[in-house]
T-cell receptor, first 111, second 116 residues
């Protein structure tokens, strides 16, 4: 079945770049999303990439997609303490038309 | 734009009582709404998908008689946890998809349910 995996934890120093990785299994993916969740809150859509794209840049965020390896990454440039949160990648395959979430990566930004 | 609200944001109830959670799309018409459940430090688990004016579609393993979903209008869906038990304590998040939208879902802020 569909599966999305992420590393659980990432710690970076303020000002450095953060790279959060994600792998998925469904080859019928259309869109892939990155969401941010702060403590006790819902999910905020950060960015998304269409499956026929390799890269998408949006201000400090860069999304890279390797469709062959089914690997997605989110790079946050100049990471700030306000970026500390849980980041979820999500797949949207046509096989199910449902968002399939990864387990989330907890990003901790150290001053 | 694309704001989704949930009410209440948190609720504490006694075991055996029922609790209703509302999900509203404030500035768009949501033909489809989704209900998720999130346990501490875990990912979101899709519980059910509701389309306006029709019965909800529940995911495998989700008891439809326990988690009643109603999507009576294009801006409101409700989740009622019936005869709640402590194991139903969780963070419930709804999302809404706009009419004609490809896949993008807008998420509500979540409701934390604690059953004593």
């Amino acid at each position: 079945g569909e599966d999305v995996e992420q590393s659980l934890f990432l710690s970076v120093r303020e000002g450095d770049s953060s790279v959060i990785n994600c792998t998925y299994t469904d080859s019928s993916s259309t869109y892939l999303y990155w969401y941010k969740q702060e403590p006790g809150a819902g999910l905020q859509l950060l960015t998304y990439i269409f499956s026929n794209m390799d890269m998408k840049q949006d201000q400090r965020l860069t999304v890279l997609l390797n469709k062959k390896d089914k690997h997605l990454s989110l790079r946050i440039a100049d990471t700030q303490t306000g970026d500390s949160a849980i980041y979820f990648c999500a797949d949207y395959p046509v096989s199910s038309y449902k968002l399939i979430f990864g387990s989330g990566t907890r990003l901790l930004v150290r001053p | 734009g694309a704001v989704v609200s949930q009410h209440p944001s948190w609720v504490i109830c006694k075991s055996g009582t029922s609790v209703k959670i509302e999900c509203r799309s404030l500035d768009f018409q949501a033909t489809t709404m989704f209900w998720y459940r999130q346990f501490p430090k875990q990912s979101l688990m899709l519980m059910a998908t509701s389309n306006e004016g029709s019965k909800a579609t529940y995911e495998q393993g989700v008891e439809k008689d326990k988690f009643l979903i109603n999507h009576a209008s294009l801006t409101l869906s409700t989740l009622t946890v019936t005869s709640a038990h402590p194991e139903d304590s969780s963070f419930y998040i709804c999302s809404a998809r706009e009419r004609g939208a490809r896949s993008e879902q807008f998420f509500g802020p979540g409701t934390r349910l604690t059953v004593l």
